[in-house]
């Protein structure tokens, strides 16, 4: 069976056909600047050259009438016709309150995700323009609406209320979601797997530390805590937002900057992050190689990073009254074996975190890089957010 997977965003789309007997990418690509001129297709394909169409792409149907031609081709194609890809599965940023699990995409389903533009509204109306594509496209297809939320959905009330009047979460919905969910399910659940851990009882805190970055404390994959909150500024530090921070800041810079509430959620959230306090980049490899240059803020960037990182490990350890294993994934997690030493050794160490550099000598491989007398685990577990969209969209028809 084969399962294709989307990720719309509001000019661009990721895709993923995937063979679930193998659990195999036949192939994958992606369509940029939809709507804006330039637009352009690559396509890779296993054992194929890469294919590169710039036929213009006005909306999102046409981008995923282009996928499936790309999927189709003789030359570069890996089915015969559609009729062999059993599903679509799509990655959709907020379910709101109401979706606590994937779900086949109905009407009534489609009208809660529009329902919940306002809480994902960079995302959202972007996730259902590419459901409503694929509908359009290739009519009849099971589509899979799989939401970056539903593992925060099941976080205990003393960790998703905030404390405010009550009536906010009452009329609106205000409370911790949490995201990059799918990622925090599968990564915690592999970590369980890799590591051989009890699969009931294993306490593990998950760091995804990408350009987004959150942290997830889980018992038996069950969430109990995670960073993100209403939105995906919360929590640690990341590329471009700042995460964490005290609300009297937006008020205050909104004030003496002569700015409006969503200007300054606009700088928190595009502008901050390492990004905003090293004045370099967004990108950690740029904030590392200038740190080494001595550019002095970078290297207070990076410290603040990880130490977050840790502050939140020694959170969530506390939440799940000790942890059994912690996973590093994402970007930087997988990449960046300095981050995920320090973090560990700098302020972990009281745990009895010991890191084996020998073994942290590696990159996007599933592994074990703690020391065999570290008393808790420490795993390098690579996500697989397409992987885990597809095996739910194969369970759900
Ligand atoms: P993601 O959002 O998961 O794709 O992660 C992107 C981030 O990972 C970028 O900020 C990259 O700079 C970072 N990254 C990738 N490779 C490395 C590396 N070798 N060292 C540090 N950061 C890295």
């Given at each position: 069976?084969?399962?294709?997977?989307?990720?719309?965003?509001s000019?661009?789309?990721?895709?993923q056909l995937?063979?679930?007997?193998?659990e195999?990418?036949l192939?994958?690509?992606?369509?940029e600047?939809?709507g804006?001129?330039?637009?352009?297709?690559?396509?890779?394909?296993?054992?194929?050259?890469d294919?590169?169409?710039e036929?213009p792409m006005?909306?999102?149907s046409?981008?995923?009438?282009?996928?499936?031609?790309?999927?189709?081709d003789?030359?570069h194609?890996?089915v015969?016709s559609?009729?062999?890809i059993s599903?679509?599965?799509?990655?959709v940023?907020?379910?709101?309150?109401?979706?606590?699990?994937?779900?086949?995409?109905?009407d009534?389903?489609?009208?809660?995700?529009?329902e919940?533009?306002?809480l994902?509204?960079?995302?959202?109306?972007?996730?259902?323009?590419?459901?409503?594509?694929?509908?359009?496209?290739v009519?009849?297809k099971?589509n899979?609406?799989v939401?970056d939320?539903?593992?925060?959905?099941g976080?205990?009330?003393?960790?998703y209320?905030?404390?405010?009047?009550t009536e906010?979460y009452?009329?609106?919905?205000i409370?911790?979601?949490?995201f990059?969910?799918t990622?925090?399910?599968?990564?915690?659940?592999?970590?369980?797997?890799?590591g051989q851990?009890d699969p009931?009882?294993?306490?593990?805190i998950?760091?995804?530390l990408?350009?987004?970055?959150?942290i997830?404390?889980?018992?038996?994959?069950?969430?109990v805590?995670?960073?993100?909150?209403?939105?995906p500024?919360?929590?640690?530090?990341?590329g471009?937002?700042?995460g964490?921070i005290d609300?009297a800041?937006?008020?205050?810079i909104a004030n003496?900057?002569?700015k409006t509430?969503d200007e300054?959620?606009n700088?928190?959230?595009?502008?901050?992050?390492?990004l905003g306090?090293?004045?370099?980049?967004?990108?950690f490899?740029?904030?590392e190689n200038?740190?080494r240059?001595?550019?002095?803020?970078?290297e207070v960037?990076l410290?603040?990073f990880r130490?977050r990182v840790?502050?939140y490990i020694?959170a969530?350890?506390?939440?799940?009254?000790?942890?059994d294993?912690i996973a590093?994934?994402?970007?930087?997690?997988e990449?960046?074996?300095?981050?995920r030493?320090l973090v560990?050794?700098?302020?972990l160490s009281f745990?009895?975190?010991?890191i084996?550099?020998?073994?942290?000598?590696?990159r996007?491989?599933?592994?074990?890089?703690?020391?065999?007398?570290?008393?808790v685990?420490?795993?390098?577990i690579?996500?697989?957010?397409?992987?885990?969209?597809?095996r739910?969209?194969?369970?759900?028809?």
């Amino acid at each position: 069976m084969k399962i294709l997977v989307i990720n719309c965003g509001s000019s661009s789309l990721k895709y993923q056909l995937i063979d679930m007997e193998k659990e195999a990418v036949l192939a994958k690509g992606l369509c940029e600047r939809i709507g804006i001129d330039g637009s352009k297709l690559t396509h890779k394909a296993e054992g194929k050259e890469d294919f590169v169409n710039e036929t213009p792409m006005p909306d999102h149907s046409v981008a995923v009438k282009l996928v499936f031609d790309a999927l189709t081709d003789s030359a570069h194609g890996v089915v015969q016709s559609v009729d062999e890809i059993s599903a679509i599965g799509h990655r959709v940023l907020h379910g709101g309150t109401k979706f606590t699990e994937s779900i086949v995409v109905t009407d009534e389903v489609k009208k809660v995700i529009r329902e919940c533009f306002d809480l994902g509204p960079l995302h959202n109306p972007a996730n259902l323009m590419g459901i409503e594509a694929c509908e359009k496209v290739v009519p009849g297809k099971k589509n899979v609406a799989v939401f970056d939320t539903t593992f925060g959905m099941g976080l205990p009330e003393k960790a998703y209320y905030y404390a405010i009047p009550t009536e906010y979460y009452e009329k609106y919905g205000i409370r911790r979601y949490g995201f990059h969910g799918t990622s925090h399910a599968f990564v915690s659940k592999e970590t369980i797997r890799f590591g051989q851990l009890d699969p009931e009882k294993a306490r593990v805190i998950v760091c995804h530390l990408g350009n987004g970055a959150s942290i997830s404390a889980s018992i038996g994959g069950r969430a109990v805590d995670t960073s993100m909150g209403l939105t995906p500024l919360e929590g640690l530090i990341m590329g471009t937002r700042s995460g964490d921070i005290d609300a009297a800041v937006v008020q205050y810079i909104a004030n003496h900057e002569n700015k409006t509430v969503d200007e300054v959620l606009n700088i928190l959230n595009k502008k901050s992050g390492v990004l905003g306090m090293s004045g370099v980049s967004s990108d950690f490899r740029d904030v590392e190689n200038a740190a080494r240059e001595g550019n002095h803020m970078a290297e207070v960037a990076l410290d603040a990073f990880r130490y977050r990182v840790a502050k939140y490990i020694g959170a969530y350890a506390a939440a799940m009254n000790g942890v059994d294993a912690i996973a590093f994934t994402a970007g930087v997690g997988e990449n960046d074996k300095v981050t995920r030493k320090l973090v560990c050794e700098q302020y972990l160490s009281f745990l009895g975190v010991k890191i084996d550099d020998e073994r942290n000598n590696v990159r996007g491989e599933e592994r074990l890089i703690s020391a065999d007398d570290s008393s808790v685990k420490v795993f390098l577990i690579p996500t697989n957010e397409e992987l885990a969209i597809a095996r739910d969209t194969l369970r759900l028809i």
